[in-house]
């Protein structure tokens, strides 16, 4: 069974940083492209950032452009989020996923994690 499981989130005082992390487990033949998603209390969700599977090509929301980096680790079946500069209209509970051919089914699927909580202070 694939898992998606996050880790990183906080509570951090705007202006500040946060690195999150998003590791894949299970059995896997290979990874597509993988990416974050957040939700604000009250709010639609939002595409943050995407990455594709050689990590050659990236996509950000215009609303974090130039503050977040998206990478990867393809040995470790990882995605990252590195913020920077935060805001307080950053909080929102951030999610990853990920486009990956499981073992046992015919195809690539989304599988999604459980998400963690970014907490901005201001």
């Known amino acids: 069974q694939v898992q998606l499981v996050e880790s990183g989130g906080g509570l951090v005082q705007a202006g500040g940083s946060l690195r999150l992390s998003c590791a894949a487990s299970g059995r896997i033949f290979s990874i597509n492209t993988m990416g974050w998603y957040r939700q604000a209390p009250g709010k639609q969700r939002e595409l943050v950032a995407t990455i594709t599977s050689s990590g050659s090509s990236t996509n950000y929301a215009d609303s974090v452009k130039g503050r977040f980096t998206i990478s990867r680790d393809n040995a470790k079946n990882t995605v990252y989020l590195q913020m920077n500069s935060l805001k307080p209209e950053d909080t929102a509970i951030y999610s990853c996923?990920?486009?990956?051919?499981?073992?046992?089914?015919?195809?690539?699927?989304?599988?999604w994690g459980k998400g963690t909580l970014v907490t901005v202070s201001s």
């Open positions: 996923y990920a486009v990956l051919h499981a073992v046992g089914t015919m195809t690539f699927m989304t599988y």
